[in-house]
């Protein structure tokens, strides 16, 4: 089906863990890879991976959250490489903090990191998809969208709010760009490692089907499958990659945070 070959794709986040993950997964399979995160040193090392690959790569250093830096990121892509189909939203987080400390600035901080940068990125790149034919945006959510852990309420409902924002772009730039999600599970990222220990590991394990945790690889092939024409008459859906977890893996409770 050709995969990715001479498309062009933009990976947030792409310093580390997931979006690295992608990044190179995407590169594998023919497309040239713009990779952007606030930390030049990552996403550099990233674009260099990328280039291992046979394909062409682009660092940019850019804070998703200032709607300028967002906006140079395309005009940089259409400038190295005359197009753009794919978008990957994956800059994202938030850290845990308990209802009764969660105060309007630290809620509204989470959805401008989770939902409005990109809702932002995709409205920006979908002109430029729709000029080369189309195009596929891919948004990193999250498990805690849908399950209950104490102390997530800002980011559990600004990944909330990230899916919801993906089936309705999805109905409205269909036919010709296509708007997935993927909901990710735990995964052994360079963000959750400094909370593991081997006892919160095998913890985290045995609460999940899988009998592991994720790998990033795990997402990044999900992640390719949504941008390739693999899923062509695939939009507007959130897709569960969580080694089948239906109810959170997370034995800490972070709500007194």
Same mark, same amino acid.
């Given at each position: 089906?050709?995969?990715?070959?001479?498309?062009?794709?933009?990976?947030?986040?792409?310093?580390?863990?997931?979006?690295?993950?992608?990044?190179?997964?995407?590169?594998?399979?023919?497309?040239?890879?713009?990779?952007?995160?606030?930390?030049?040193?990552?996403?550099? /090392?990233?674009?260099?991976?990328?280039?291992?690959?046979?394909?062409?790569?682009?660092?940019?250093?850019?804070?998703?959250?200032?709607?300028?830096?967002?906006?140079?990121?395309?005009? /940089?892509?259409?400038?190295?490489?005359?197009?753009?189909?794919?978008?990957?939203?994956?800059?994202?987080?938030?850290?845990?903090?308990?209802?009764?400390?969660?105060?309007?600035?630290?809620? /509204?901080?989470?959805?401008?990191?989770?939902?409005?940068?990109?809702?932002? =990125?995709?409205?920006?790149?979908?002109?430029?998809?729709?000029?080369?034919?189309?195009?596929? $945006?891919?948004?990193?959510?999250?498990?805690?969208?849908?399950? $209950?852990?104490?102390?997530?309420?800002?980011?559990?409902?600004?990944?909330?709010?990230?899916?919801?924002?993906?089936?309705?772009?999805?109905? /409205?730039?269909?036919?010709?760009?296509?708007?997935?999600?993927?909901?990710?599970?735990?995964?052994?990222?360079?963000? @959750?490692?400094?909370?593991?220990?081997?006892?919160?590991?095998?913890?985290?394990?045995?609460?999940?089907?899988?009998?592991?945790?994720?790998?990033?690889?795990?997402?990044?092939?999900?992640? =390719?499958? @949504?941008?390739?024409?693999?899923?062509?008459?695939?939009?507007?859906?959130?897709?569960?990659?969580?080694?089948?977890?239906?109810?959170?893996?997370?034995?800490?409770?972070?709500?007194? =945070?």
């Amino acid at each position: 089906m050709g995969l990715l070959d001479g498309r062009v794709a933009i990976v947030t986040g792409a310093g580390r863990g997931i979006g690295r993950a992608i990044a190179e997964a995407y590169a594998e399979v023919g497309a040239d890879v713009v990779c952007a995160a606030r930390t030049r040193e990552q996403i550099d /090392e990233t674009a260099a991976a990328v280039r291992k690959h046979g394909r062409r790569a682009l660092a940019v250093a850019c804070d998703v959250t200032e709607r300028a830096q967002l906006e140079h990121v395309v005009a /940089e892509t259409l400038r190295e490489f005359g197009r753009l189909d794919v978008v990957v939203n994956n800059a994202g987080g938030w850290p845990p903090k308990g209802w009764q400390k969660t105060n309007e600035k630290f809620l /509204e901080g989470a959805f401008r990191f989770n939902v409005t940068q990109a809702f932002l =990125l995709s409205r920006m790149a979908i002109p430029h998809m729709r000029a080369t034919g189309g195009g596929a $945006i891919v948004n990193v959510s999250s498990a805690i969208s849908r399950l $209950i852990d104490p102390g997530f309420i800002a980011y559990g409902t600004s990944k909330a709010a990230l899916n919801y924002m993906t089936e309705s772009l999805a109905a /409205e730039v269909a036919p010709d760009v296509r708007v997935n999600a993927i909901a990710v599970g735990a995964v052994d990222t360079s963000a @959750l490692r400094p909370f593991l220990n081997e006892d919160l590991e095998a913890q985290m394990a045995s609460m999940t089907p899988m009998g592991r945790i994720g790998k990033p690889e795990d997402i990044a092939l999900m992640a =390719l499958y @949504l941008a390739s024409s693999a899923s062509s008459w695939v939009t507007g859906k959130i897709f569960e990659v969580d080694g089948g977890t239906e109810k959170s893996n997370w034995p800490l409770d972070l709500s007194d =945070l």
